[in-house]
């Protein structure tokens, strides 16, 4: 066997675990590759995912949290609904999982460059744009891109992820950050009140030399992207990452298409364009 | 395949809260005795009892199941454990339809008050399972 | 080139068991062989009862090759262990394979391979390697047979690396590939060189069979596919179906697979990959109970897309050898070449 | 003699459907047509609203069929058009159906309809009678079944049509399934259907429990060598389930991901705990029908195993589905005086 056997995880250590909202059922897990040489093989793109392994429960798929730029580690941050996600919540640092990828196409990384960036998401799906702001904040990366905008909703204000980043990005004069909940806290809150295809609606971000990049819950995408056309962004400017169940995350295990094409692999990352002409089986 | 000369049944007893269990407590307050190889499970009833629960046992290595509920007439619940009896009689001859050792599988009532019941219940289904030996049926096992 | 490939020689019937044993000194043997349910394929001894004659076996050769159930990995409490010991890595003959299977093993080859992600499959492949196919050409393909309008044939030499045909008391033995030749090369001793006549029977057989098998017209499925994911007539078909996995486990060339970890009562460790089914609601269901495919009518769409629509448009390939497994076996009688029908004639009017 | 006496039990269901679907009072037929295999028959759904043409109704209508042809149990197909659909707020009205239904079929129905599965008001039963199924299982150990041209059921033979043009006639009693062979109620009661078909159906056996009470007096490690052989040859494609009208649980427990069951692989005791639960969530339920055994692709002789569970709940506890709304399971009732030999003292 020539090829790397692609189904064996490679040992990572959980150095870190942080509990990321008031609900405690998000958790990030800052990962350390136990032996260099996967490290240093484990190249990728903001935008890809890698299969987590929590032995004997089993193997799940979850978009890459952290920025190639942070290089010693990796971040994935999982919410507590099944079996895997269940028994990785019951982890403590110390503790020995297996990482398999990186797998899927990421965001279009060339296209993006030399264009403004508007990023679009809700609830916890923000962990690949996590990536990818991170990732384009970096001073060896940031003149590449123009104007950096993000809006970013949750229920409450306990539900958002990476909580201090956020507040570090807010004073950052690189990156234009609207944070917004569906309804009035009860506790102080600074940031916007509204959902967010309304607040994109009314911060109105201009479409030209643009692309969106949107993650989030089903329902808000569906209302967003109206809202993008509207504003001037073409069905390719919008740029949308799945989530279908996955299992092997290189093709073969035939569960997670959208007609012919594999998320997995021509995924996780399609434009609305790509979308419109597939099924809409996701 | 097991050599081992030193091995005891390991035995899974799903006992109610309100009979059972305690006839287990007193049978330990009481300083009575009886093998130690018995893994005892609290459950509200004997009613609650899935007949999964014991195939799950069987799967992960129990050489014996026993379940046990307060006596007929005196179920906490009214008739839960009547219910379970006919769930068990045909759990049971299912079981042994398909050629598992009647002796793995046993159902017995015990009440609050018989501890001494209860030890010797114990005592003489550890020595049956023994005598079968480990199990060998329903056991999740990769040979490899 | 011209000359190899006249390379037909003939064994004896009566020396099966010589073959036989000769190969299964070197390799594992595998065969139809005759039981209460039909051939089954299993491992040949000398004093093995083949069956030569029934159309096909029940389960198709692709469990050689793509097991049920097999472990990818073993670990115990969180740490892997080393993978699973080659043990088996001898070779593996397969002795009367039917031309539809043949092409079926063609068919997973695309998708274990490299071809449709820069991924292949090192468990599968290593097994397709060492692996020997010798086709069996059909005489008289049965009743659910179609595999000349998914563009096979019953003699035909597609994924053979030798192609036998029976030709009553001999078998003809034909090289496909290097690999068949060499074959042919080490069991010289029990072979015999063919002659026109024996290579003329074989031909008439060959076009006797073709014939003989039924046809469905396909030629508009393609294009009627690519409109009709809409069709009302999908609910139709998808009525009787009752959802069972008969026609996906037994499909020669349905291959999609789960992957779970399993703990033994001694806490041994291990991660199986075991096959499964597009018609199963779990295949689909997401985490937080969202199901992309949520009813039945949706998953038998899957089915026949992913076959005759999908397949296509990645690899050019029909993922159907028209062995009929999955019409001689469906629990309600269905049959695809009704629903192909159905999908041709009824589809498009919407 | 009336005209209707005159009509073969298949033109009368025909006329029966006809008259249903054109008078409005069923939204669909549910029945048997011909397959494309020999003798076999598969579930035939025909809409009331056909586009109107009486041609086209009556062409739909005229591939109805009865006879022996192996077929599924069309009880099997209820669930799913009543189950409600967890993602609409709102339930769209349910259909009303017409159902060709044998006695075995019949006592599935009343199992979904006093476990409230099916609502009995939505259903118009037409009964059938039943001369049994034609076993494909034998006719195949006989002759090479796949190959079969034609094949013609009379009364008493079946005619097979060889490829060579042969004619072989076969005694049809000898090719009927066991779960037919055994049936001990093959009649349908006229007052459990809304229309009963006359016909010749079966006579009531006798023995019905013999192949069981067989099993039972083999040694016991005897008896764990079979269970183990038949469970190996399973491959978990679930058809005897999904087969079965009684298995109807929306999530079965052997595909629960929160509690995990069983492991999801073809492990030989995860196959073995799936069957003998399948089994057991059978008592009371099982109608005897035959259905999962003739479903299974494989063989397995799901019939030996699961008339235990049938034979158990009807000599313990004297239940046996049947046909009224009466009925309680015999697992969700008790009796003061219920048998408990089989527990254990000290």
């Not at chain 2, 459950?43 to 014996?64: E, F, M, T």
């Not at chain 3, 000769?22 to 139809?32: D, E």
């Not at chain 3, 008289?140 to 035909?156: D, I, K, Q």
Request: charged fraction near 25%; charge should be negative.
């Amino acid at each position: 066997m020539t090829a790397r056997n692609p189904y064996l995880p490679s040992p990572v250590r959980i150095e870190d675990i942080v509990i990321e909202n008031e609900l405690r059922d998000l958790k990030t897990f800052k990962l350390v590759f136990e032996r260099e040489e996967d490290r240093s093989a484990f190249r990728y793109l903001p935008g890809q995912f890698g299969e987590l392994s929590v032995f004997g429960a089993g193997e799940s798929p979850f978009g890459i949290a952290s920025a190639p730029c942070e290089e010693d580690y990796l971040l994935f941050t999982v919410k507590k609904t099944g079996t895997v996600t269940g028994e990785l919540h019951n982890c403590e640092p110390g503790r020995t999982l297996g990482v398999r990828g990186p797998f899927g196409n990421g965001f279009p990384w060339e296209r993006m460059e030399g264009r403004n960036i508007l990023i679009v998401s809700g609830g916890f799906a923000f962990t690949t744009l996590r990536s990818s702001i991170v990732q384009m904040l970096h001073p060896d990366n940031r003149r590449r891109f123009g104007r950096l905008t993000v809006v970013y909703g949750a229920r409450d204000p306990g539900e958002f992820l990476y909580k201090e980043l956020l507040a570090s990005w807010e004073s950052d004069p690189e990156i234009d950050l609207t944070l917004t909940v569906d309804r009035e806290p009860e506790s102080a809150w600074k940031g916007r009140v509204g959902l967010v295809p309304n607040v994109v609606k009314e911060l109105a971000p201009a479409a030209e030399n643009a692309l969106a990049l949107v993650c989030g819950p089903p329902i808000m995408i569906r209302f967003t992207v109206p809202v993008l056309q509207e504003l001037g962004f073409a069905d390719d400017e919008i740029i949308l990452s799945l989530e279908n169940r996955m299992k092997c995350g290189i093709g073969k295990c035939g569960r997670c298409n959208i007609g012919a094409k594999y998320v997995c692999i021509h995924g996780p990352v399609f434009t609305y364009a790509e979308l419109s002409d597939l099924p809409p089986e996701y | 395949m097991t050599a081992d000369t030193n091995w005891q049944p390991k035995i899974v007893a799903f006992l109610c809260n309100w009979c059972s269990y305690a006839g287990a407590d007193l049978a330990g307050v009481s300083r009575l005795q009886y093998p130690p190889n018995v893994r005892i499970i609290r459950v509200p009833c004997s009613g609650r009892i899935n007949p999964l629960y014991i195939l799950k046992a069987l799967q992960d290595g129990a050489d014996g199941v026993l379940v046990s509920g307060c006596h007929p007439g005196d179920c906490h619940y009214i008739s839960g454990n009547l219910l379970a009896r006919r769930r068990f009689a045909l759990l049971k001859s299912l079981l042994t339809y398909v050629g598992i050792e009647p002796e793995r599988v046993q159902f017995a009532w015990v009440s609050a008050s018989e501890g001494g019941r209860f030890a010797d219940l114990m005592t003489k289904i550890s020595a049956e399972v023994a005598a079968l030996g480990p199990a060998q049926k329903l056991v999740k096992e990769f040979r490899r | 080139m011209g000359k190899q490939k006249q390379q037909a020689k003939i064994l004896d019937k009566a020396k099966l068991p010589d073959l036989i044993e000769a190969l299964s000194a070197r390799a594992v043997c595998l065969g139809p062989v005759r039981s209460a349910d039909g051939p089954r394929w299993e491992r040949l001894k000398p004093s093995s009862v083949l069956d030569l004659e029934s159309v096909n076996t029940r389960l198709s050769p692709k469990a050689v090759f793509l097991p049920q159930r097999e472990v990818l990995c073993t670990f115990r409490g969180d740490r892997l262990e080393d993978s699973p010991p080659e043990s088996e890595a001898e070779r593996t003959v397969l002795f009367g394979v039917r031309a539809c299977d043949a092409r079926a093993l063609q068919c997973l080859d695309l998708v274990f391979g490299p071809g449709q992600s820069r991924f292949s499959d090192p468990y599968y492949l290593e097994r397709r390697e060492r692996a020997l196919i010798i086709t069996l050409a059909c005489r008289e393909p049965g009743r659910a047979c179609f595999c000349t309008s998914v563009g096979g044939s019953p003699a035909g030499t597609e994924g053979a690396d030798v192609a036998a045909v029976d030709l009553g008391a001999e078998l003809l033995l034909t090289a496909v590939t290097d690999k068949g030749r060499d074959f042919l090369g080490e069991q010289e001793a029990l072979l015999t060189a063919a002659d026109q006549s024996h290579l003329e029977s074989a031909r008439n057989q060959a076009e006797r069979a073709r014939s003989l098998v039924g046809a469905v017209d396909l030629e508009k499925l393609t294009e009627t596919l690519a409109r009709d994911f809409d069709d009302p007539v999908w609910e139709e078909l998808a009525r009787p179906c009752l959802g069972c996995g008969v026609c996906a486990y037994l499909c020669p060339t349905c291959h999609c697979f789960d992957i779970s970890d399993e703990v033994d009562s001694r806490g041994a460790g291990v991660r199986i990959r075991s096959w499964d089914c597009c018609q199963y609601p779990l295949f689909t269901r997401h985490a937080s109970g969202h199901n992309p495919r949520v009813n039945r009518k949706q998953r038998l769409r899957q089915r026949i897309m992913h076959k005759y629509a999908y397949t296509v448009e990645n690899s050019g390939v029909i993922f159907c050898v028209g062995c009929g497994r999955c019409i001689l076996n469906c629990p309600a009688h269905l049959d695809i070449r009704v629903t192909l029908r159905a999908l041709q004639t009824r589809g498009g009017r919407s | 003699m009336t005209m209707e006496a005159m009509e073969t039990p298949e033109q009368r269901i025909r006329t029966l459907a006809v008259e249903l679907l054109r008078e409005g009072k069923i939204d669909m037929f549910v029945g048997l047509r011909r397959g494309v295999l020999p003798l076999t028959g598969t579930p035939c759904f025909i809409p009331a609203s056909r586009g109107g043409a009486q041609e086209d109704l009556e062409q739909a209508v005229g591939q109805l069929v009865w006879g022996g042809y192996s077929a599924p149990n069309l009880a099997a197909y209820l669930v799913s058009f009543y189950e409600p659909d967890l993602r609409l707020k709102q339930q769209p009205e349910k259909p009303v159906l017409g159902l060709q239904v044998r006695s075995c079929e019949l006592r599935s129905v009343y199992t979904l309809v006093r476990e409230k599965q099916v609502p009995r008001d939505k259903l118009v039963l037409v009964g059938v009678p039943c001369r049994g199924m034609v076993d494909l299982r034998r006719l195949r150990e006989k002759l090479d079944l796949e190959r079969v041209t034609d094949a013609v059921e009379e009364p008493g033979a079946l005619k097979l049509k060889l490829p060579g043009g042969e004619v072989v006639r076969l005694d049809r009693e000898e090719f009927i399934e066991d779960a037919c062979r055994e049936c001990r109620r093959p009649s349908v009661p006229e007052e459990s259907v809304d229309f009963l078909v006359d016909g010749p159906s079966r006579k009531e056996a006798a023995g019905v429990y013999d192949a069981v009470r067989a099993f039972e007096d083999r040694p016991v490690e005897e008896r764990w060598r079979i269970f183990l052989e038949e469970t190996s040859k399973c491959i978990r494609c679930y058809a005897c389930r999904q087969a079965c009208p009684t298995c109807y649980c929306r999530d079965c427990f052997a595909e629960q991901t929160d509690l995990h069951w069983i492991g999801a692989s073809a492990e030989l005791s995860d196959i073995q705990l799936f069957h003998l639960v399948r089994i057991f969530h059978q008592a009371g339920r099982c109608s005897s029908c035959g259905a999962c055994a003739r479903a299974c692709p494989v063989g397995v002789d799901l019939r030996t195993f699961t008339q235990k569970i049938v034979k158990d709940v009807d000599e313990f506890f004297g239940s046996l589905p049947g046909f009224s709304l009466e009925e309680v399971s015999p697992l969700n009732v008790f009796r003061e005086d219920d048998g408990e030999e089989f527990m254990s003292e000290p």
